[in-house]
């Protein structure tokens, strides 16, 4: 309440103070927060409603308990569209960072050290900023069809060029399954690296060059300046980059469902999609809400691993 | 059926799909679906004996048309004949690639902006489910109208039964209706077989393990399959179960019953196949949504094998690249041995592209006369002229120059006589096919998995669509 309506024998209270100050913050806070309710959480309780009714498209849904989940239990084809999904999740986060770091270490300090500075990049490096950015710019289904000529089995680019070496390329999109997954994860990181190159970059070039130069005079090479210095002084970006890609690789939608032949393999979004089609909208928010707890779960899990303290600088 | 191909416009949607299907987005998505449950009023006029469906003359009329192996030019000859004989309608024909991505979220809502659907291709919907969800329309008042040439003789009478019979799904009631008869089975150059491999048409799988022997022998491969769409090898493979076991084996796998794809037969036929792709006669190598048409034009231009999984849609989709002594025919599936129960040329021939009308549609009387005009002779033979298939419509090409792969195809209808067997499930369940049949044989074809797992596959398939309550069984009549 505005201090003049306030009553005397609660003003100076301490609690009442604390109260008063939330009311402030609630105050500016009620309209987007009303919005927010109204447009992100009320579509996830309504799909998590959704998915324990048999609703299949029409004016009616019957409330049908965990029946799609048991559903979901017994499909064989559910556990290996989540077969596909783990492992992009657990590979392509490892593969994408990875080789985010090393191009946004060698843009930032990969370099010779010229004219006496402590670090710089290897030459030509604010041109590769710009390239590796390329892919973030094109969309996902683009990418997906372009690559999808250029692994093409008689007529792709990769094995055009082994066929001009004179080994005889295999079917990558249309053969076995581990190569289907290795091209998925092959354009999966391609298509995110120039993001984590951009980011990591950012991030390493807050880092204080007197730390390099320190370490520099320390008689420290370039591989050992990036995992004792570089790397612990970005460890919270990296963090938010695993995360972020993690639910990128469990969300691979478009690039698989266009460039991958559905009977080779699919992510489960993709096996979501289908049940869509089908009309078995229940059976589907099912999957959508199972994948919804598997993203928090595996947030959850790399946000409490390896939490360390911030070192300020 | 046909072509399938992503183009720019198609790639923009299917971001868009992304976006929308995005883990966060799904209950977004779910969440406007639910309501609209207001009736959508349909035009209608008055019934007369020029009009006996009574269409509205100026309500507007859409069609879909699946933009594949056929073209849509063949529709729009009908479409222009509904704009002659109701010139205020001003109809409107959208072809496409994408049928279900397109059509079907408007159905689902009660709003459909289609007023007749081709419902055919890689992305068609699932007919089974449109039926159950009450959102298509019965047809049974076209079949029952007069015909547009003679009217004293109804639409049924003028087509062959098949039609009707794929068009029910399990009651008296007509869901969807097809305009042409596929023929399916081996196809292959009479030209190459006969003078390139001095061979006759293998009547038994013996001859054809024999041919495929001179081929290789020749450098080219007996056999191809497309990788991209495994399910063309059904096209060859079907006739072969029912040939080998009867029609007891092919009902049971329509009725889901429990160990039809288990049965003696199934086993034998998979295992002939498993031979042909353990000598490494088959050519492969063919993947993406063009898998098909690589195939068709290795065959057909380059000369690299000898026969190739197909329907009688190919001699139009792969015109381009045949040459003109190829002498494109079509064979039935040769018989495993004298044990067979069906004899030799019994043919997997169902009356193709099928037509549905959305229950809601705003145009619905329009959408049944656009189908009754469909099936009039000058439709049927413009069919036949345009794409090169037969029509449903009894005597429709009668005395016309047939091309050879359409003649050959005639011939074999001919020759099965009664011996005609068409897999219901593949409309009734179409996942079954679509999914489970496409992801089993791809691994066979490869040599991944047996005839013992191919069948094991199958059935536990055919199981889970059996116990799955989503999914409206059809019940022997």
Same mark, same amino acid.
């Given at each position: ?20 100050? #939330?009311?402030?913050? =609630?105050?500016?806070?009620? %309209?987007?927060?009303? @919005? ?15 998915? @324990? ?6 004016? %009616? ?16 084809? @559910? ?115 120039? @993001? ?15 730390? #390099? ?53 699919? =992510? ?14 229940? #059976? ?30 | ?118 419902? +055919? ?25 007069? +015909? ?59 001859? *054809? ?85 690589? *195939? ?52 997997? +021939? ?128």
């Amino acid at each position: 309440m505005p201090p003049r309506f306030t009553p005397e024998r609660v003003r100076y209270d301490r609690r009442y103070r604390t109260l008063d100050k #939330y009311r402030f913050v =609630v105050g500016f806070l009620a %309209v987007p927060l009303a @919005f927010y309710a109204l447009f992100v959480i009320s579509p996830f309780l309504q799909a998590i409603y959704y998915s @324990f009714t048999d609703w299949s498209g029409g004016p %009616v849904a019957h409330f049908v308990g965990f029946d799609n989940y048991e559903k979901m239990w017994n499909d064989e084809r @559910f556990w290996d569209s989540l077969q596909v999904s783990v492992l992009l999740l657990v590979i392509a986060p490892v593969v994408t960072l990875v080789l985010g770091m090393f191009f946004a270490y060698m843009i930032t300090s990969g370099g010779r050290h010229r004219r006496g500075r402590a670090i710089a990049g290897v030459a030509g490096s604010s041109v590769y900023k710009v390239v590796y950015f390329f892919p973030q710019v094109l969309s996902v289904a683009i990418i997906a069809v372009v690559w999808g000529r250029v692994f093409n089995t008689n007529s792709g680019l990769i094995n055009g060029g082994l066929d001009k070496a004179g080994v005889d390329g295999p079917a990558w999109l249309g053969g076995d399954e581990t190569l289907g997954l290795i091209s998925l994860l092959t354009v999966i990181s391609w298509s995110f690296i120039g @993001f984590y190159v951009v980011l990591f970059s950012a991030a390493m070039g807050a880092i204080p060059k007197d730390v #390099y130069e320190a370490a520099l005079l320390d008689g420290a090479g370039r591989a050992r300046t990036f995992f004792n210095v570089t790397l612990p002084l970005i460890r919270d970006t990296v963090r938010t980059g695993w995360i972020y890609m993690g639910i990128q690789a469990l969300d691979t939608f478009a690039i698989c469902l266009v460039m991958v032949p559905p009977h080779v393999l699919k =992510v489960t979004p993709v096996f979501l999609y289908e049940r869509f089609r089908d009309g078995q909208y229940g #059976y589907a928010t099912a999957i959508g809400v199972v994948l919804l707890f598997l993203s928090m779960a595996f947030s959850l899990i790399v946000m409490r691993v390896g939490n360390r303290d911030r070192i300020e600088y | 059926m046909g072509s399938t191909s992503v183009n720019r416009r198609d790639v923009m949607k299917r971001a868009a799909a992304a976006g929308l299907l995005a883990v966060p987005a799904v209950g977004a998505l779910s969440s406007c679906a639910s309501g609209g449950g207001e009736e959508n009023k349909a035009e209608k006029g008055d019934k007369s004996k020029k009009n006996p469906l009574g269409v509205k003359e100026d309500a507007g009329l859409t069609v879909y048309v699946f933009n594949g192996g056929y073209g849509d030019k063949y529709a729009q000859f009908v479409t222009d004949m509904y704009a002659k004989k109701y010139p205020e309608s001003d109809p409107n024909q959208k072809p496409t690639e994408k049928i279900a991505t397109q059509v079907q979220p408007k159905i689902v809502r009660g709003k459909p902006t289609a007023d007749v659907v081709n419902n +055919s291709g890689a992305d068609q919907m699932n007919p089974g489910k449109l039926v159950h969800n009450k959102q298509v329309a019965d047809l049974s008042e076209v079949l029952d109208a007069p +015909s547009w040439d003679d009217p004293d003789v109804t639409v049924r009478e003028t087509l062959v039964p098949v039609v009707e019979q794929m068009g029910r799904f399990g009651g008296r009631e007509c869901y969807q209706l097809n305009i042409s008869l596929t023929v399916y089975g081996n196809w292959y150059s009479k030209k190459l077989l006969e003078d390139g491999l001095d061979s006759s048409y293998p009547k038994t799988w013996d001859e *054809m393990l024999a041919v495929c022997k001179k081929a290789k022998a020749k450098g080219i491969h007996g056999w191809s399959y497309p990788g991209g769409h495994p399910r063309y090898m059904f096209f060859s493979m079907y006739a072969m179960f029912a040939q080998r076991g009867g029609r007891d084996v092919t009902t049971a796998m329509d009725y889901l019953e429990p160990n039809a794809w288990k049965h003696e037969a199934v086993k034998e036929v998979f295992e002939a196949w498993e031979e042909l792709v353990a000598k490494k006669y088959v050519l492969t190598g063919f993947d993406g949504n063009e898998a098909h048409t690589e *195939m068709q034009t290795a065959w057909t231009k380059e000369g690299k094998c000898v026969f190739v999984p197909n329907g009688s849609w190919v001699e139009n989709e792969a015109r381009d690249t045949t040459p003109k002594d190829f002498a494109m025919t079509v064979g039935a599936t040769p018989s495993l041995d004298s044990g067979d129960k069906m004899p030799f040329g019994t043919l997997y +021939s169902p009356a193709g592209e099928p037509y549905i009308v959305p229950a809601k549609a705003k145009n619905r009387q329009g959408g049944l006369e656009w189908l009754r005009m469909m099936y009039s002779k000058e439709a049927a033979l413009n069919l036949f002229n345009e794409i090169g298939s037969m029509p449903v419509v009894k005597g429709a090409i009668d005395g016309q120059k047939l091309p050879s792969g359409t003649a050959s195809a005639q011939a074999a209808i001919k020759a099965a006589g009664e011996n005609i067997v068409i897999p219901q499930f593949m409309d009734w369940y179409n996942e079954l096919f679509r999914e489970d049949f496409n992801n089993m044989i791809h691994k066979f074809m490869q040599g991944q998995i047996g005839p013992k797992q191919a069948m094991d596959t199958m059935q536990k398939a055919s199981d889970r669509i059996m116990q799955d309550p989503d999914i409206t069984k059809v019940k022997k009549a």
